[in-house]
């Protein structure tokens, strides 16, 4: 066996169990696990590997089983850390303990499987106010609360990686997605979301702000890696979290992207169907590219009203974007850096919206088909600056193995690029004529309701 040779892992976390009491009203936790992955041959510059599990609301005894597949790993193995930690409201989540896993090189071969077993999560490792409330609670006459927190999963080798992939680990599925719904900022940045949720039922007023998560399918080609841009001192303080000033500007935009991608009870989870199994036929991955660009239609509205999103994609193939517009408290809120929470490097970042096509007899109804919609994805970013010749690579990436090639079509252009200006300005011309003519039904009808 050459020592080159990486292999695929599935890790799924199951459940948990005996967890620290964080509220003490419903004497439980809301808890979620941040697991990463770190591989020792990887640079120890490299950001690890990340994946949130959604989470469980009001129990000590959560049950996710929630997949997480990493390719690339090589022999020599992986070392896996689980935080699991306590949603709350505000932008600080409380820690409930720490797991350490190692799976060393006897481990990394085909058809090695470790079904369901239990680690223990240390409690020196969390927070101080949880493990107090849970003691005190179990010191209470009549209380059954039982101690000692475990957390229960498996982790199994699937197969070899894919040969020719890029030399580094990184997450092949499922493709999950999350939107984080904010009507507060929503209403200081007068924009949003006009339509429904990706489920389709909810309806989304004007002074929601919504932000997305996608993961798309990894590894994103080697090429792709851009650095931020110090034009400026303040930028290069800013990145490297030094000097007084570099500290306030990177901890603010760490707090904002807190904010925009918060957690709550209104998040919605999903995993693009399909994408949970492993091993897919050549008729599987076309249904999977098929639901893959439904699910990214149905993020964006199908593009619907004029709609531009300002968007990073991690270096681990993590899409995250919101809409954006030209109003000067949205333009604040859509910095590049906020996005990629103030990493130094991303693979792509810029503006996109969806267009139509081809225009399809559905009998008044919104046309739900992808090869009636194009992807215009550019690179116009001041903070990152992505390369105007890795367009192409971009393009390709994203309707291929990126997982969007059930698109009718994908094009990369240049921020620069007069025709693409163009369209921008008539889908911002778009979007304010809509903004207006709905302002004025809203105030027709409010004069009616005064009259009558």
Known sequence: MSDSETFVVEITFHRGSNLPVADLNTLSCDPYIHATVWVPSEPEHEHPLAWRTPTVRRTRNPTWDCKWRIAGVPRSGFHLTLRVRDEDPGDRDDRLGKSYIDMTQGQMKEGFEQNEFEVKVMKRKGSFRPYIQTYLTAILPGSKLVLHPRIVLSVRVIAKSPKGRVGRAYT?????????????????????????????????????????????????????????????????????????????????????????????????????????????????????????????????????????????????????????????????????????????????????????????????????????YELVIDNDSGTYRPKKDLLPTLQDWLSGDGGLGGLGKVTAMDGFDEHLKQMKEEKRNLKARLKAEKAGRRTDRQSESASS
């Not at 997305?212 to 851009?226: A, E, I, N």
């Not at 991955?285 to 009203?305: D, H, I």
């Open 172 to 372: 092949v599925g499922p493709n999950k997605f999350s939107e984080h719904f904010s009507p507060m900022i929503g209403r200081m940045v007068k924009g949003g979301t006009v339509g429904q949720g990706t489920d389709g039922s909810a309806k989304l007023s004007m002074s929601t702000f919504v932000a997305h998560k996608f993961q798309l399918s990894g590894p994103v080609p080697p090429t792709l890696k851009h650095e931020y841009v110090g034009y400026a001192p303040f930028i290069k303080s800013m990145f490297s979290n030094k000097g007084i000033r570099g500290h306030v500007l990177n901890h603010g935009l760490h707090k904002q992207y807190r904010i925009i991608y918060s957690y709550d009870k209104n998040t919605v989870y999903g995993v693009v169907p399909g994408t949970t199994e492993a091993v897919l036929d050549e008729e599987k991955e076309k249904s999977v590219r098929q639901e893959m660009a439904e699910q990214f239609l149905r993020m964006t509205c199908y593009g619907e009203e004029g709609r531009i999103f300002t968007y990073v994609i991690t270096l681990d193939a993590e899409w995250r974007f919101t809409e954006t517009g030209k109003e000067f408290a949205v333009d604040l809120l859509s910095k590049h850096s906020m996005h990629a929470d103030v990493a130094k490097e991303i693979a792509f970042s810029g503006e996109f919206f969806v267009q139509k096509i081809r225009d399809v007899e559905s009998g008044g109804e919104r046309d739900t088909d992808p090869r009636s």
